[in-house]
């Protein structure tokens, strides 16, 4: 381990002892609030450290860098074209779980939409390979 992942590590471990002994000596419920902010607070800086390595990775591997492109504009095509295709209507369903936009409900059909595509690739995929290797065998 580097230099760098070694602060990194003792810093995470200052941080989680300091976390401890305000849970432990606090209210028994000021620990829930402030663990829901320190989780959102982590994750933030986790997606933030993602998004940092993969332009890292973009700019030191830029030719096995466009599949990884491809694959993002596919993904961004499924989506709009998921979206277009969303009528965004709202039912007594829709109600029933607190969608009572026209914009919630066309986020949620997007998200039902896009999830079906996927499993769809996916099985297909699947057999497709598992049968491409039947026939090589």
């Known amino acids: 381990m580097g230099k760098i992942g070694r602060i990194i590590y003792y810093s995470i471990v200052v941080l989680l002892i300091i976390i401890f002994v ?5 209210d028994e419920y000021v620990g829930s609030g402030m663990g829901l902010g320190i989780s959102i607070v982590l ?30 504009g596919v993904f961004l095509v499924v989506g709009v074209i998921s979206y277009l295709l969303a009528p965004g209507t709202i039912t007594e369903h829709h109600l029933n779980y607190g969608v009572e936009s ?10 039902i939409y896009v999830t079906i ?18 026939i090589k065998n």
């Open 22 to 26: 305000v849970v432990l000596l606090g």
């Open 102 to 111: 026209v914009g919630k409900s066309k986020l949620v059909d997007t998200g």
């Open 43 to 72: 994750s933030v800086v986790a997606v933030l450290a993602i998004l940092a390595s993969s332009v890292m990775y973009l700019i030191d591997n830029p030719k096995s860098a466009i599949s990884i492109l491809i694959g993002i």
């Open 117 to 134: 595509f996927l499993s769809i690739v996916a099985v297909v995929s699947i057999l497709a390979s598992e049968a491409v290797s039947l």
